[in-house]
Structures are given as structure tokens and as C-alpha cells.
């Protein structure tokens, strides 16, 4: 290259940086950025999942593993079920805590975190959720779209989990509801014609009773499954939509979400329950949330890798600096429920 072509280039170097400082960069898409990637299938799907929270292993009645277990749960060491021909088989009753289920909480409709920040075309700006930050407008309450996934960790992984025991029949990880498709969830008005109970729990005395779940939740860990309208420490669980109040932090406002989204998806048989006597056979329609059956882990933004949470229990206790602000206004959590199943020998 001559002594010109290199002063040449120099002079296009220079002009392209010049032109680069005065001429603006490309403007980025808000929506974009508004839809984060949470890096589900990756190696977080290891290190960012609590798996001690899977113990106790009960196999004919003897534990292994230390670890809560709910109260609810059957007591049995052997079983029998009715095999394809009517003759009962008797087997072994196996329990376990199991991962399930994935809750995705966003603010933009269609954004899908768990799915590499996808996005589906669902919704309008009416339907973009909220934080809830200002003090003297609506925003006293915060509103969020949900996704509900399948999620059969122990199947896909095939990890001891017998498939005679897998009562949902999912062996994959899959998108099983929508909220944005969902009218009940962005209005408490429909959202009560869709559930007539909570005129029965919205008095002043039906809400001090919480005082005794939050209790129960938080020192015990041990949900009251008879105060079917509380979510403990988190607020009422009625009306069964996105709109939740910002009193209590964020960890708890998205928690109190998640487990609405678990009553109300058992009110329209679309979950099951999977805990106690009944369910080990087959896994009978539950229609109002068993809150023992469940615990919550949170997955993003900040993971909850080495412990999990009741329904009610107290964020001082699990989640209060589990807030990333800006960047981590969206959350994942997933859902453990214990599972209870007769292991037939024939």
C-alpha cells in the first residue's frame, strides 16, 4: 500500500468516527428492553434450582433427606390401586416434593422471560402491567400478566420419578395458560362474577383470621388450609386477578400473585390435587388451593437456590432484598408441590 492509500484511510477512519459522535446511534426498541431473557434452559436450570428442597423422600413410610413435609400428607406405607383389569395392585406409597410448574409475572402482555424473552402478540398498552410506585395516583396497586408453564423438572430430566406416578401426563415443558386471554384477571369485577365466594370472606372478621395463617406460615411454616381466602403475610387471595396492593414489598407482591394464579387455575379444574390419601391413585379436581400442597422458590432475578417458601410465609424471612429495580421488574417462580403417589408392584 502506497504512502497516499494509507493517508486515504486514515482520512475515512477519522471521518467515520467524527460522523459516529455527531450523528445519533440508532434509537432502541423500550419493548425490547422491557422483555428480559430470565436464561431458564441454560446451566441455571442447575446451579439456580434449590434441589435439597426435594427432601424428604418418602419411600414406604421411611424418610430420606431432612425437610419440611405437610401435614396433609398421607401417613401410608403401603397402598393398592385398581390395575387395567379392576384387581387392585398393591405397591408403596413414594413422596417427594416436586418441581412442577413455572409462574411467569411480566409487565408487557406477550413477553415471555422463561422462553429467551420471546415475544407473543398479545395484548394492548391497556393491558401493560405495573409496579405500583407513585403514592397519590392508581398506582397504589401494582398489575401484572402472568404465563403458567408446565414444567416436569424430575420427568425431563428423568430423574426417579416413576411415570406411573406422573398423574398430569406432561413430559415436557410447555405454555398451559395465558392471562392476556384471561378477561378475570385484569378486572376484580369479573374476576368476583367468576368467583361469588369472596363476598363471603370480604369482612373486616374474615380478614383479622389471616393474622393467625400469617402466623402459622411464617414461624411454622405451615399454611392454615382451612383460611382458604388468605395468602398469610401476603394479603388476601381474593379476587383472583393481577391487581395487588404495593403495602407489602415486591417479593411478596409477585409471591401473592403466583398463588393466585394456583386458586384460580383450581377453581377451573385446570390443577389438581396431588397430596394426601385421595391423590394416590389418581389426582382427583381440587377446586379450592390446598396452600400446604405448594411451596414457591424464586427463580428470577435473584434465584432462591438453596431454600424455598410457603404460601403466606413472610418475605423477612426469604425474599426481602430479592428485587432487582429496573432490570429485574419481572419475576419467575417456581412451583413445588408435594406429591404423593401408590407405586404399584404389578
Known amino acids: 500500500m502506497s504512502m497516499r492509500d494509507r493517508r486515504s484511510l486514515a482520512t475515512l477512519v477519522l471521518l467515520g468516527w467524527l460522523v459516529g459522535l ?30 435439597a428442597c426435594l427432601f424428604p423422600v418418602r419411600i414406604a413410610g421411611v424418610p430420606i433427606g431432612g425437610g419440611p413435609m405437610p401435614s396433609g400428607a ?149 399454611p392454615l388450609d382451612e383460611l382458604f381466602w388468605c395468602a398469610g403475610a401476603w394479603g388476601s387471595l381474593y379476587p383472583f386477578t393481577g391487581i395487588t396492593p404495593t403495602l407489602h414489598g415486591r417479593p411478596s407482591q409477585m409471591s401473592l400473585a403466583s398463588a393466585r394464579v394456583l386458586a384460580a387455575l383450581h377453581r377451573r379444574g385446570l390443577a389438581r390435587q396431588t397430596m394426601g390419601d385421595a391423590a394416590l391413585c389418581a389426582a382427583p379436581l381440587a377446586p379450592m388451593l390446598q396452600k400446604s400442597q405448594y411451596r414457591l422458590s424464586q427463580f428470577y432475578p435473584l434465584p ?12 423477612l424471612r426469604w425474599g426481602q432484598w430479592r428485587n432487582l429495580p429496573g432490570v429485574g421488574e419481572d419475576h419467575l417462580y417456581l412451583i413445588w408441590r408435594w406429591h404423593d403417589c401408590c407405586l404399584a408392584w404389578l
Open 22 to 51: 455527531v450523528l445519533p446511534a440508532p434509537a432502541a426498541d423500550p419493548l425490547n428492553a422491557a422483555c428480559p431473557d430470565a436464561q431458564l434452559l441454560g446451566p441455571k436450570l442447575i446451579t439456580d434450582i434449590c434441589w
Open 74 to 222: 398421607t401417613k401410608q406405607a403401603l397402598c393398592s390401586c385398581p390395575a387395567a383389569n379392576g384387581i387392585p395392585s398393591p405397591g408403596m406409597v413414594i413422596s417427594l416434593w416436586e418441581p412442577a410448574r413455572i409462574v411467569e409475572l411480566v409487565r408487557l402482555p406477550g413477553c415471555l422471560p422463561a422462553l429467551g424473552g420471546a415475544r407473543l402478540n398479545l395484548g394492548t398498552m391497556r393491558t401493560l402491567g405495573t409496579p405500583g410506585q407513585a403514592e397519590y395516583d392508581g398506582s397504589e396497586v401494582a398489575f401484572y400478566n402472568y404465563h403458567y408453564y408446565a414444567f416436569p423438572l424430575l420427568v425431563m430430566l428423568d430423574l426417579f420419578f416413576p411415570d406411573r406416578c406422573n398423574s398430569d401426563h406432561l413430559t415436557d415443558f410447555d405454555v398451559l395458560y395465558l392471562s392476556e386471554l384471561d378477561p378475570t384477571w385484569n378486572n376484580d369485577e369479573l374476576a368476583f362474577f367468576a368467583n361469588p365466594e369472596a363476598a363471603l370472606v370480604a369482612h373486616p372478621a374474615a380478614q383479622a383470621a389471616c393474622l393467625a395463617d400469617a402466623a402459622a406460615a411464617t414461624t411454622a411454616q405451615t
Open 304 to 315: 432462591e437456590a438453596h431454600a424455598n417458601h410457603v404460601i403466606g410465609e413472610s418475605e
